[in-house]
Structure formats: structure tokens, C-alpha cells
């Protein structure tokens, strides 16, 4: 297949790329390098040493003669090009991991809001919107959060996305419909999560885009079967305030 990773230069995106492409896959990463960026802004950087994409990159393809393509490409802000871009490579899938994840950085301040929403948002409509018009067929996988559930405990079993209600009509009868489990995010980057959650749910139903949405749990550690092959491929590990795994 030909898999498009959105955010592959990230702590999840780096080593999904390398497990698809050492499974045999033509894989590309698009990245604008925003979280190297948040790292100079705060004075940070990650524990583990991390090499440029480009170094990586070429690491990678030296040890395991698979190529990964990249593209420094805006998600959120470039949409022209990512149209290009998705018309060039024609990709079987994308996985869309380009968000910012910290939930409390999107906290800081107004301004971290503004670029959290600003980001994520627009990120997950772009692409979204790019695969309705180019009338692609290609199955979209979205990193999402338990979080949209938020953490209190209510004793019962959350379902897998959907829960069927019942209503009741003026007369009193009763109508059974399926809606999303309520949303109840506890920071702004959940609540962008949330957002996608109900767009991923609105183009599934309005332009039967093939679409899967996780909402996995949190996300450790700092090697993969690949990224063991060479030290310059190990991944992230963030332990600052708002990073830190």
C-alpha cells in the first residue's frame, strides 16, 4: 500500500512510519516540524537524542533499503498543497497525526489556545475536505483520545464510540437512535480531538468517507523492533511539564 503519514516526524509518527515501511508498504511522511519548533520555544528539548529528519531518514534507508519519502508540508494552513500533494502520491491510506498533543500546552495561554484550535482543527478539516474534492478513495486513520470521554469515573463501561438512547416523543412513546458517547473534554487539546471526532462522524455519514477513528489510551515508551536497529532512530522522550511522557 501506499501510506501517507501526517505528523510522522512525531513521537507516535516516527516509529508507525518505520513499522509500515520495514512491513513492506511505500510510505511518505508529511511533517511542517512544529514540535521541533515547540521544543526551541520552551527551552526544551528530549532526553533521547534526535537526529534531523533528514539524518534519520537517511539512517533508515541505509539500514533497512526502504525508502521513505518527506515533505515539509503545513497541514493546517497549506490546503492547496496538500491537494497537490495527495494527487501526486495517491495514497491507499493516510494516517493523520499531525495535531498539537499536549493538553497542557494547548493551556498556557490564550495564545497556546488559539494555536492549539487554530491547528488541530483546520488540520483535521483540511485533509478531510482535500479527499471529498479530489474524490479519492482512501481510508483516513485519525489518532484521537479516550480523553473526548474525559477522566471521571461514572461505573460503567464507555462503548466504542457510538450509544444508542431513547427518546421520548410528546406523546410519551419512547424512539431508539444511535448518537456519539457524550463528549466531556477536560482541555482545550481534547476538545479539539472532540471536534474531529464529530467531522470524522459528519463525512463518513455526508461523503461515505472510509474513516477510522481511535481513541487510544496514553502512549509511552521510547523503542520499536525498528527504531533498536540504529540509536539515531530512537524516538522522543519528553519530560518537561507539558511533554513529558
Given at each position: 500500500?501506499?501510506?501517507?503519514?501526517?505528523?510522522?516526524?512525531?513521537?507516535?509518527?516516527w516509529?508507525?512510519?518505520?513499522?509500515?515501511?520495514?512491513?513492506?508498504?511505500?510510505?511518505?511522511?508529511?511533517?511542517n516540524?512544529?514540535?521541533?519548533?515547540?521544543?526551541?520555544?520552551?527551552?526544551?528539548?528530549?532526553?533521547?537524542?534526535?537526529?534531523?529528519?533528514?539524518?534519520?531518514?537517511?539512517?533508515?534507508?541505509?539500514?533497512?533499503?526502504?525508502?521513505?519519502?518527506f515533505?515539509?508540508?503545513?497541514?493546517?494552513?497549506?490546503?492547496?498543497?496538500?491537494?497537490?500533494?495527495?494527487?501526486?502520491?495517491?495514497?491507499?491510506?493516510?494516517?493523520?497525526?499531525?495535531?498539537?498533543?499536549?493538553?497542557?500546552?494547548?493551556?498556557?495561554?490564550?495564545?497556546?489556545?488559539?494555536?492549539?484550535?487554530?491547528?488541530?482543527?483546520?488540520a483535521?478539516?483540511?485533509l478531510l475536505?482535500?479527499?471529498?474534492?479530489?474524490?479519492?478513495?482512501?481510508?483516513?486513520?485519525?489518532?484521537?483520545?479516550?480523553?473526548?470521554?474525559?477522566?471521571?469515573?461514572?461505573?460503567?463501561?464507555?462503548?466504542?464510540?457510538?450509544?444508542?438512547?431513547?427518546?421520548?416523543?410528546?406523546?410519551?412513546?419512547?424512539?431508539?437512535?444511535?448518537i456519539?458517547?457524550?463528549?466531556?473534554?477536560g482541555?482545550?487539546y481534547?476538545?479539539?480531538?472532540?471536534?474531529?471526532?464529530?467531522?470524522?462522524?459528519?463525512?463518513?455519514?455526508?461523503?461515505?468517507?472510509?474513516?477510522?477513528?481511535?481513541?487510544?489510551?496514553?502512549?509511552?515508551?521510547?523503542?520499536?523492533?525498528e527504531?533498536?536497529?540504529?540509536?539515531?532512530?530512537?524516538?522522543?522522550?519528553?519530560?518537561?511539564?507539558?511533554?513529558?511522557?
Amino acid at each position: 500500500m501506499r501510506i501517507g503519514v501526517f505528523g510522522g516526524d512525531g513521537f507516535i509518527g516516527w516509529p508507525a512510519s518505520l513499522h509500515l515501511a520495514n512491513q513492506g508498504h511505500e510510505v511518505a511522511i508529511i511533517d511542517n516540524l512544529s514540535r521541533r519548533q515547540i521544543d526551541l520555544e520552551l527551552g526544551v528539548q528530549s532526553l533521547t537524542p534526535i537526529e534531523s529528519i533528514q539524518e534519520r531518514l537517511k539512517i533508515w534507508e541505509r539500514i533497512s533499503n526502504r525508502r521513505i519519502h518527506f515533505e515539509r508540508l503545513d497541514l493546517a494552513t497549506e490546503y492547496e498543497r496538500v491537494k497537490r500533494w495527495l494527487e501526486d502520491f495517491e495514497p491507499d491510506c493516510v494516517v493523520h497525526l499531525a495535531q498539537q498533543r499536549a493538553a497542557p500546552y494547548s493551556m498556557k495561554s490564550d495564545r497556546h489556545k488559539a494555536y492549539t484550535v487554530n491547528n488541530n482543527v483546520n488540520a483535521t478539516h483540511n485533509l478531510l475536505n482535500a479527499i471529498v474534492e479530489l474524490g479519492l478513495d482512501v481510508h483516513l486513520v485519525h489518532l484521537g483520545t479516550m480523553g473526548v470521554y474525559g477522566y471521571s469515573d461514572i461505573g460503567a463501561t464507555i462503548p466504542e464510540g457510538y450509544l444508542p438512547v431513547q427518546i421520548a416523543n410528546d406523546d410519551g412513546s419512547l424512539h431508539t437512535q444511535e448518537i456519539l458517547y457524550p463528549a466531556n473534554p477536560g482541555s482545550v487539546y481534547h476538545m479539539t480531538k472532540c471536534l474531529d471526532q464529530l467531522m470524522l462522524a459528519f463525512y463518513a455519514k455526508n461523503d461515505q468517507l472510509r474513516l477510522t477513528d481511535l481513541h487510544q489510551g496514553i502512549v509511552w515508551g521510547t523503542q520499536t523492533a525498528e527504531t533498536k536497529r540504529h540509536p539515531s532512530l530512537i524516538n522522543r522522550f519528553d519530560y518537561d511539564g507539558e511533554y513529558g511522557t
